[in-house]
C-alpha cells in the first residue's frame, strides 16, 4: 500500500483529520485524533518525541514557559512568541511548530 492510501484509509479511520489551511501555502493542514496511537503505535510515537523535541527547543529560545511541576506538564506562550521581529529569528520549521502550538492552545484540544 502506497503512502497515499494509507493517509486515506487513516482519514477514513478517523486517525487523521483536516484542522485548516495553510496560509503561506494553501495547503490543507491534518492533525492526529486519539485514535493513531492504536492503529499505529510506531508512527505516534515518533510524532509525539519530535513534539517535544520542538516544545523543548522553543522553550530553550524563551518562546514558551513549561510548568513541568504539574500533574500534566502545561505549556504556554511568552511576549516573545507574539513579538514579530523575534519570531523571524526562528527557523521556518521552528515558527511552523510555533504556531502550531498557539493554534493548539487557542482550541483548547490539549
Not at 515518533?46 to 500534566?72: P, T
Not at 504556554?76 to 498557539?102: C, H
Amino acid at each position: 500500500m502506497n503512502d497515499d492510501a494509507i493517509f486515506a484509509d487513516l482519514i477514513a479511520l478517523g486517525a487523521i483529520k483536516c484542522v485548516g489551511i495553510d496560509a503561506n501555502t494553501n495547503e490543507k493542514l491534518y492533525t492526529f485524533t486519539p485514535k493513531i496511537k492504536d492503529l499505529m503505535p510506531d508512527l505516534y510515537n515518533q510524532h509525539l518525541n519530535n513534539v517535544n523535541h520542538e516544545i523543548m527547543v522553543l522553550w530553550e529560545k524563551g518562546y514558551l514557559d513549561l510548568d513541568l511541576f504539574s500533574d500534566e506538564p502545561i505549556v504556554s506562550i511568552t511576549s516573545k512568541a507574539l513579538n514579530l521581529s523575534e519570531i523571524d529569528k526562528l527557523s521556518e520549521e521552528e515558527q511552523w511548530s510555533l504556531n502550531e502550538i498557539k493554534r493548539v492552545l487557542l482550541s483548547g484540544n490539549i
